[in-house]
């Protein structure tokens, strides 16, 4: 699973969904909603990447991940122009392989573990959520989003199961996000067109990630 | 080992894929509705602390019934949760995480 969908929160989350007895209709869903911020990021990269060839950006695509994204874009917005092997870097050198020969260890090893809730390692899990989640709180809209999806998550859990909850927090939190209107500084452009030469795309700046490490940087453009 | 879950693993990474690539491989995004981007903008962090909550707040008794959970775990993930804002780093928010739950549960407060 981590050669073929290589995407660790619905990795983490599918490991939830099929021990609480979720049909895979369910947790294919899920996946989907849980991996759309990848829209995001690809939609970012896009104007520094258009000059790959398209079966070059097909690979890249699958290797998309949060930690990808975040490192790629910092190192084409520091060096100011397309640096085709520094996203293989990223990407492969240091997610990728990591990932996969962790997940092979915990394969190999994990079992012999006879009480993993002993050492609190149940708690990674939700731990590891929470924390994603809060590298993604990069305003009020997505506060409220993360709140109100948590909250639902809750309530729906309760009155149904923890899998529907999910579902209903994932769905009904954007909504709730949208209420929240959006700061000045992150509003789309009039035509809500993407512009490769501009210098910021604020609908696409999908993480807190991205904000954090462009600060202090020149803001170079992609290439035009 | 099982190999039941391949398949699921490939309907994952069918469903996965698109939003991966749709944006590098495809001219189309620009032509989304702004109301759609800025929806997917939140869902992470909306599924993301539902997954969290949930896994926290709702537990199933013996009869399989989802229960309200009142637990150590609410402190190890609010504990992670403000860890990992203060120091832009996931890794010592779970450490403290994990820590608090084995501790508790090691001097039988939890």
């Given amino acids: 699973m981590s050669v073929i969908v290589f995407a660790g929160a619905a990795q983490f989350a599918a490991v939830g969904y099929v021990a609480s007895g979720l049909a895979w209709p369910g947790v294919i869903l899920l996946t989907a909603l849980l991996n759309a911020r ?65 997940s092979l260890a915990g394969v190999v090893l994990g079992g012999q573990i006879v009480d993993p809730a ?71 452009p009039a035509s809500g067109s993407l512009r490769p030469g501009a210098t910021s795309m604020p609908s696409l700046r999908a993480t807190a990630v991205e904000d954090e490490l462009a600060d202090g940087s020149s803001d170079p453009r992609p290439p035009s | 080992m099982s190999t039941n879950l391949v398949l699921l693993a490939v309907w994952m990474f069918v469903a996965t894929y698109p939003s991966r690539a749709l944006g590098l491989l495809t001219p189309g995004l620009d032509r989304l509705p702004r109301v759609a981007l800025d929806y997917l903008q939140l869902v992470g962090p909306a599924v993301l602390a539902a997954i969290a909550a949930v896994n926290v707040v709702v537990f199933k008794d013996a009869a399989g019934k989802p229960t309200f959970h009142i637990g150590i775990e609410w402190v190890a993930v609010l504990a992670c949760l403000a860890i990992t804002r203060w120091r832009h780093n996931l890794f010592p928010g779970l450490i403290a995480a994990v820590i608090i739950v084995a501790g508790a549960r090691a001097l039988g407060v939890a």
């Fill in chain 1, 38 to 102: 990848h829209l995001l990021y690809s939609a970012a990269l896009r104007p520094w990447l258009r000059d790959v060839p398209l079966g070059r950006r097909a690979i890249m695509a699958h290797l998309l991940t949060d930690e990808a994204f975040a490192l790629t874009i910092a190192h084409y917005r520091r060096i100011g122009r397309t640096d085709e092997r520094g996203f293989w870097i990223a990407a492969i050198g240091s997610t990728f392989i990591p990932w996969n020969l962790a």
């Fill in chain 1, 118 to 188: 002993r050492f609190g390692i149940d708690i990674i899990f939700p731990a590891a959520m929470v924390g994603l989640a809060a590298g993604m709180l990069t305003g009020r809209r997505e506060v409220v989003a993360a709140i109100v999806g948590a909250g639902v998550g809750v309530v729906a859990g309760l009155l149904t199961s923890p899998a529907v909850g999910i579902v209903a927090g994932g769905v009904i939190g954007p909504a709730a996000g949208l209420l929240v209107a959006a700061p000045s500084a992150h509003r789309a």
